[in-house]
DNA sequence: CGGACTTTGTGCATGCGTTCACAAATGGCT
DNA sequence: AGCCATTTGTGAACGCATGCACAAAGTCCG
């Protein structure tokens, strides 16, 4: 174990970070809930196999993912359940505590409001924005609402540092510069929008309709091909089959 | 022209939908709103350049995402935006409506119900779930729901193309061999769980806490890196800074 | 204590997706 | 009619992520 040695040491781990593909990121966050029920469920031990079949994923993969965050197995055995999940916690920034935002109380922002203490811990939400008079000042999962025109005030205040878009699509992109305004450096956006961001802000968007179309795509693609396939069978037999005929199977 | 000669002539341009990169499709779908924007405010001709602004991509990204689904635009002019939008609406199987399940009217189910005819048109949710007898009956957007234990019984017969699972974790598992059970192809993941299926079958993942805490990690990078940064400026003058200091700026 | 077995960590090849850069095509202008 | 400006469509290079396959490392058992 090397005492300080400044240069390589320190930097190193954290350029590290850096180095880490952005997909294996978010499979890291996966592997860490997978590992958390283990650890729950008093689980100590765990193999690259058993942990890469839990989450869905080929083993060489996960044990790649892992060795971007250091090499903290032990070959012959396999890797020890509470060390992963320290270490991915503090590779994930988990840490410390990270205060979010929901702005847009409509369907959306209660469902987000009311996970109280997002899923797997660390994400407080700490302050709630609408533009509903009668939204404002009563509770919703017991944090208040304010009004959207403070956004940029509270957040500079409370240290704010995710901000979730839950409005209707025109109100996004000015809830956005208020974010940004108020030092969010960070926003995660359910609006169907392309946010325009200086390129210090990282965006990240989940967009039900695109994720439904995208759906959308493999049921037809999926027709599609019975319908080759079904065109293929008939032409064995004399090619009767009309070109828009549906095959039901 | 050929003739018969297997492969290439029909199955080409159905095999062509198999050769669209899932990403591009991603894409795609982000595109047709952005068209349809334009289309409702009179604009009838677009370049890539000003198209792949507005969507936030390359432009050169653009015009290959758009070669997927074939030629439709004039060389020196642009593209015509109603062209666009009927060919990547037939591309993504939207010509057909596919009718939506969703299950677990919790707060985010709630959320998805009152979506009603979902964003961009298409998608109907035609039936909702939940376990809860209070919720039974009761209609929730204009939709009545369903016991779970119905769920195949009811896919089945309304010929539901796309399941969305928004049930707490423990459920997830069950009401998705349920939706498959009863023809179910295409499935939308809310619970954070790693889903088991058949490999008929597509399934989608949006994961809150995973998408947090992606956003964490950037947030952790970027401090480490302001961190770094003032390590190399500390040590010009002495390298004075302990280790653990965190850097607040 | 040594050998066999297990499992990690990773170099390497493969494939996919992105980006560049340019030829081909088209419309407009003189 | 011919030329120029413009913009598409795509071949080719590049880069990143995935998956394979194996050496290194460590455990367990006899």
């Given at each position: ?10 930097p190193?781990?954290r350029e590290?970070a850096r180095a880490i593909p952005e997909?294996?990121v ?66 994930l920034g988990?840490?410390r505590?990270h205060s979010v935002a929901?702005v ?19 994400f407080?939400?700490?302050a ?23 956004i940029t005030a509270v957040c500079a205040e409370r240290e704010i540092s995710i901000g979730v878009i ?6 996004a992109q000015a809830v956005c510069d208020r974010l940004v305004q108020g030092g969010v450096e960070c926003i995660l956006n359910?609006a169907?929008v392309v946010l325009q961001v200086p390129d210090t802000v990282e965006v990240r968007k989940v ?43």
């Open positions: 174990m090397p005492a300080i040695e400044d240069g390589p040491s320190v190193a781990a590290r997909a294996a978010a499979r890291l966050a996966v592997y860490l809930r997978v590992l958390s029920a283990m650890s729950e469920q008093g689980v100590s031990s765990v193999s690259s196999e058993e942990l890469s079949a839990a989450a869905g994923v080929n083993s060489a993969k996960l044990r790649k993912d892992l060795s971007y965050i250091g090499s903290y197995g032990t070959r012959g055995v396999g890797y020890e359940v509470g060390v992963l999940v320290d270490q991915i916690e503090r590779t988990l840490t505590k929901v847009g109380i409509g369907n959306l922002g209660h469902a987000l409001a009311n996970y109280g203490g997002f899923p797997g811990r660390g407080p939400v700490t709630l924005f609408d533009v509903d008079p009668d939204l404002i000042g009563i509770p919703v999962g017991g944090i208040p609402v304010h009004h959207i025109d403070d839950a409005t209707p699509p025109p109100a359910f169907p967009d039900l309709a695109v994720e439904l179309q995208v759906l959308s795509f493999h049921v037809a693609r999926r027709a599609d091909q019975a319908q080759v396939d079904a065109m293929a069978d008939a032409r064995e037999d004399g090619d009767r089959t009309g070109i828009d005929g549906m095959v039901v199977r």
